[in-house]
């Protein structure tokens, strides 16, 4: 009986001993990246678009047999586009889920909640889509996959100036919200350059819903073009209003309209152009690849910030390839020497960790009865 217990416990041993080996050589054939997301409030669309980018590639990536047989996990934490949560969950992931790497948030004010955290820490996070300038002023440890908005501040004014041959711009816009007020002042900026007349520049708080009394002014003005840099939820509702008071004139914008849906705008956002980090019909093998796989999956098709998401992961990939390594310092260095086509552009950064690339206008349109981004024009600011 002895020597049958020695077994006994011999073998429940060996057991334990070879369950958690194989525990150990999981965790260690698996990158575990972190993200950070609204993907419940009221931007959701941008948060939720974005996961569906990552995990596309996270899937395509593992199927092809990972990075160095290392086979991507994505953990994502929702923010509901609250700074307040955005640090909450940025710490869940890297106290619990013990990530290196964040991917997040979405808006510029809860992605900059946690980039000195991040910095401090020497966590990698990539901002997909947080367009403010200040994102990567917190250190060397934080990248963004979207160009900043100042660029595209400028691309707009350039794009109005040149493209749709306007002379006198009137501007509505937030006055508390940085991501609007730092287009505004970019826009004046290059529209004005060329030669361009700002004619009437009103402004609004976030959360108002009634336009109308800027909208007088402005319709008194003149204009030959409006700029509304906002979300498109706002977008939609002050289009909805300029519309009904007789404003016909061509409208432009930031990517933060892209979101417009049959749901959520009509006939009021046609005539409307806005730049933004990918066209879906562009003719790049890229895009065309990455356009089919995501409609495959989802059954949709993908708007910029499904694209961000997915070509910060690729840079991650191949970064860790470049580094032959997921230390973090490491693949910092490695990031920053990245040189490649991606589905949003050729992507190099700056000394800032500012991706260095083209934007894109879109244009507004019905196509077989909904709303649609079709590609306008391809701007380039030197």
Not at 181 to 209: A, H, Q, R
């Amino acid at each position: 009986m002895k020597n049958l217990s020695k077994y006994v416990v011999f073998c429940a041993l060996a057991l334990f001993v070879a369950s958690f080996t194989g525990c150990a050589k999981k965790a260690e054939n698996t990158i575990k990246i972190g993200g950070v997301a609204p993907l419940s409030g009221n931007v959701a669309v941008y948060g939720v678009e974005c996961k569906n980018g990552i995990d596309l590639a996270v899937e395509e990536i593992n199927a092809a047999g990972g990075i160095n047989g290392q086979m991507l996990q994505f953990v994502c934490e929702d923010d509901e586009g609250d700074p307040a949560k955005s640090v909450n969950a940025y710490k869940k992931l890297v106290t619990n889920d013990k990530v290196k790497i964040v991917i997040g948030s979405l808006t510029s004010g809860c992605t900059i909640a946690i980039t000195n955290l991040a910095q401090s820490q020497k966590i990698i996070q990539i901002a997909p889509a947080a367009t403010a300038t200040a994102v990567t002023e917190a250190g060397d440890y934080i990248f963004r996959a979207c160009f900043i908005d100042p660029f595209q501040g400028r691309v707009g004014g350039k794009f109005a100036y040149e493209n749709l041959a306007t002379r006198n711009a009137a501007i509505l816009y937030d006055i508390g919200n940085d991501y609007s007020v730092g287009l505004t002042d970019n826009f004046v900026e290059e529209f004005t350059k060329m030669g361009g007349k700002i004619v009437s520049k009103e402004s609004y708080s976030t959360g108002d819903k009634d336009f109308n009394a800027q909208l007088t002014k402005i319709k008194a003005a003149n204009p030959d073009v409006v700029y509304l840099p906002d979300y498109y939820g706002t977008v939609a509702l002050i289009a909805k209003q300029l519309r009904a008071q007789g404003i016909t004139v061509p409208i432009v914008g930031a990517d933060g309209w892209d979101g417009f849906t049959n749901e959520n705008a009509g006939d009021e956002v046609l005539n409307g152009y806005y730049s933004n980090h990918y066209a879906e019909d562009s003719d790049s093998p890229a895009v065309q690849k990455f356009v089919a796989s995501f409609k495959s999956k989802y059954n949709k098709s993908p708007n910029a910030f499904a694209a961000l998401g997915y070509d910060s992961v690729y840079m991650v990939k191949d970064a860790i390839l470049a580094a032959s390594s997921t230390d973090t310092a490491k693949v910092r260095d490695a990031l920053e020497a990245i040189n490649a086509d991606y589905v949003t552009g050729h992507i190099t950064f700056d000394a800032k960790h500012n991706p260095v690339k083209s934007a894109v206008m879109l244009k507004t349109a019905r196509v077989d009865g909904k709303l649609t981004a079709v590609y306008a024009a391809t701007v380039d600011i030197q």
